[in-house]
């Protein structure tokens, strides 16, 4: 109990310090809508800050506001016009708090009203009938933020009354009338009058037809879901109806044959095209009707039956035609210089014109036969280029699909690939691309694993016959789930890549040295399947090195 008299008593010492000091003044200095405070601090070392009270009657405050540990603080959120009174209290770290300072009141000034901005002019029809209402629409603003009302001028000396942005009118006469409109905002100020709406009022007004509109013509895959887009018009604004049919084509339900926006589902074939055909009629309030009609192309996978998918036939309407090996617009089957080498494919004798060149293991010196005579004429001729060094594996191949082959090296001692980027014959850490896939003992291969045109990379495993390629092309191991691991072969094979099916997909396949045998992946499908679906033949003997191309 002593102690609890002991704090009480040193609590009221320091409220009334707090009080005599707080007196000392509090000052303000506002602007419309706020009022900037400001006091003269306390001394007591355990002092934790000050509150604000205020109100708008004298010496009653409805608003406390702890402002913590400064002298200076703006409350904001006044009304205008209004009087509020201010004062200020002390506490300490224990909660004991002062009474309340002198107090200080103080007048928010009314900011000035300004007008608001001239409505747009009305929108609404430009022709209407005698006794037929008519409804206008306009907009404005205010600089204030004022709620605003209108009201409309509607030609022959009549003026509305104050409401609604948007409002109606009838006309008891026929002839042309100038639609105008001003706005006032909640104090009073009123706007300029709006430009004028013509509208022309008919003693009697005919009903006018509807406009239908059934879409854009579209080419869809079969099997789809496809969307039919109509809409519709109306002089009058009175659409009151859409109805969707089918007029020719293989028969499909409609959904939603009774909206604007029906549907169905494309039906499904083999080959070639089908074309269906749909009509929208909209009908009006007076029961005038227009028809508009849209056609839907579907077509299927194989568009020409040639066995080719329309995503892999460049061209998808020709059955004499898939290939444009040249990219020149014309198919390999009609295009005398397919390759665009300059020699025509009946000089060439189906062999494509390839230029040689080696690679230079102990000192990673490239030498290419420029000009094609397959012989070495010297650098001012052919080139000659260090990309690499001594231990390295060359490998080759388009890594950014320009129809040119690059350069690269396949380090064995770190499964490191340095790939030469920007084709440029030599190594730019900055342009180049060095990438980790692989591992010590690994052998480098290369091909267009996905058929997107880009040389793609991977490693065969000699010592277990597996093969690590890098399906997505970015150029480091994802995993199996992403990329491709696959057992084809077994230790002590050469692994040799190609298309061997022509399906523009490079495939994987192996070269035995012990004996001289070859083993393709004929159908695809990263796995030894037998002789019966693989390809199994014999071409060399023991100790011969594998090659592979389109000779």
Not at 120 to 137: D, K, L, M, R, W
Not at 356 to 369: E, Y
Not at 430 to 436: E, F, N, P, V
Request: a negative charge; glycine letters at 12%; charged letters at 20%.
């Amino acid at each position: 109990m002593a102690a609890s008299k002991s704090n009480h008593r040193f609590c009221s010492w320091v409220i009334a310090f707090l009080f005599l000091i707080v007196v000392a003044g509090v000052s303000v200095d506002a602007l419309a809508g706020q009022a900037a405070l400001t006091w003269n601090p306390n001394t007591e070392s355990d002092l934790a800050g000050y509150k604000l009270h205020y109100g708008t009657a004298n010496a009653n405050y409805t608003v406390h506001l702890d402002v913590h540990n400064v002298t200076s603080y703006t409350v904001t959120g006044l009304t205008d016009g209004q009087t509020y009174y201010f004062a200020a209290t002390a506490y300490d770290s224990s909660g004991c708090e002062s009474g309340y300072s002198n107090q200080v009141s103080y007048t928010v000034p009314t900011t000035a009203n300004g007008a608001p901005s001239t409505p747009a002019i009305p929108t609404g029809p430009s022709s209407a009938a005698v006794n037929a209402a008519a409804t206008f629409s306009t907009s404005a603003t205010d600089p204030n933020n004022d709620t605003l009302t209108y009201r409309y001028d509607w030609g022959g000396g009549v003026i509305g009354s104050w409401g609604a942005a948007s409002q109606s009118h009838t006309w008891t006469a026929a002839g042309p009338y100038s639609v105008k409109a001003q706005a006032r905002d909640s104090k009073g100020a009123e706007s300029a009058w709006s430009g004028g709406k013509t509208v022309t009022i008919a003693t009697s007004q005919q009903n006018q037809a509807p406009t239908a509109n059934a879409g854009a013509d579209q080419t869809v895959n079969a099997g789809v879901a496809v969307a039919l887009r109509g809409s519709g018009t109306d002089p009058e604004n009175t659409i009151t109806a859409y109805r969707w049919r089918q007029t020719s084509g293989t028969a499909v339900a409609l959904s939603n044959a009774t909206s604007a926006q029906a549907g169905f589902t494309a039906p499904t074939f083999a080959t070639g095209t089908a074309s269906l055909a749909f009509e929208l009629q909209v009908t009006d309030s007076g029961g005038l009707t227009a028809t508009d009609s849209v056609r839907i192309v579907v077509q299927s996978g194989d568009i020409d039956a040639d066995g080719v998918t329309n995503s892999q036939d460049a061209f998808p309407n020709n059955p004499a035609e898939w290939k444009d090996s040249d990219l020149d617009g014309i198919g390999d089957n009609a295009d005398p210089d397919d390759d665009n080498d300059g020699i025509p494919d009946a000089n060439e004798d189906g062999v494509t014109n390839r230029l040689i060149g080696i690679f230079r293991p102990s000192k990673g010196v490239w030498l290419f036969d420029l000009n094609g005579n397959r012989q070495w004429d010297g650098k001012t001729i052919d080139a000659r280029q260090t990309f690499g060094s001594s231990g390295d594996l060359p490998v080759a191949g388009d890594w950014d699909c320009d129809g040119i082959t690059d350069i690269g090296v396949f380090r064995p001692s770190t499964g490191q690939w340095l790939l030469d980027l920007n084709g440029n014959h030599r190594w730019d850490s900055s342009g180049d691309g060095l990438y980790t896939f692989g591992r010590s003992g690994d052998l480098p291969v290369t091909g267009d694993w996905n058929s997107d045109g880009i040389t793609d990379i991977g490693v065969f495993r000699p010592s277990t016959g597996e093969w690590l390629l890098d399906l997505n092309g970015n150029h480091r191991w994802d995993g199996s789930s992403i990329d491709g691991l696959y057992k084809f072969g077994r230790s002590g094979d050469l692994p040799v890549t190609g298309d061997w099916n022509k399906d523009g997909v490079t495939e994987i396949g192996i070269f035995r040295p012990s004996t001289g045998e070859w083993r393709l992946d004929l159908n695809a499908n990263d796995r030894w399947d037998g002789n019966g679906e693989d390809g199994l033949c014999t071409f060399g003997k023991s100790g011969d090195l594998p090659v592979t191309g389109e000779w």
